[in-house]
């Protein structure tokens, strides 16, 4: 494999279909993509369990950290990725990440998570059902474990 087309945590963009759109997104839309491939190798690993079958995440695993690594650009602090190992997750991830999730998952209704994924994917504007404040005032309510997607 050439240097160019190593498979390197953070740089290679695994199973994403279109990496180069992953720029293009704003903080809240990078947000859910981050949580819903946590949610798919969640389930797959589910499913596999309960088939008691062998599954092999890499390339989501690649894509998870791929996005991950994408939230410098909204002012997380994360190391530059490092042949052969995963990304360092910082706490400066966790608290954004976490920020998003406390937002999504335990202050909006699910009426109001319906009715934001339903103007959203309409193009309409969704601000009523955005966080209000910044990542960075959140305060960190729990540490996530260094594998955090599964």
Do not use: C
């Not at 947000?31 to 491939?37: E, G």
């Not at 042949?83 to 009426?111: A, C, D, M, S, V």
């Not at 601000?127 to 309510?141: A, D, M, Q, V, Y």
Request: proline letters at 3%; a negative charge.
């Amino acid at each position: 494999m050439a240097k160019s087309d190593e498979k390197i945590y953070g740089i290679y963009s695994g199973s994403l279909q279109l990496p180069e759109m992953i720029d293009e997104l704003n903080e809240v839309d990078l947000y859910l993509q981050i949580d819903a491939l946590k949610e798919n190798i969640y389930w797959k690993y589910r499913m596999a369990s309960a088939a008691h079958s062998e599954l092999n995440t890499t390339e989501d695993d690649y894509a998870l950290e791929y996005l991950i690594y994408k939230t410098k650009k909204f002012g997380t602090k994360i190391p530059e990725p490092k042949r052969g190992q995963h990304i360092r997750i910082t706490e400066e991830y966790e608290r954004w990440y976490e920020y998003y999730e406390n937002h999504f998952k335990k202050n909006l209704t699910e009426e109001e998570w319906n009715e934001f994924l339903i103007k959203k994917y309409n193009n309409e504007d969704v601000s009523e059902f955005l966080p209000s404040g910044k990542w960075k005032g959140f305060t960190h309510i729990r540490r996530l474990k260094e594998k955090l997607w599964y």
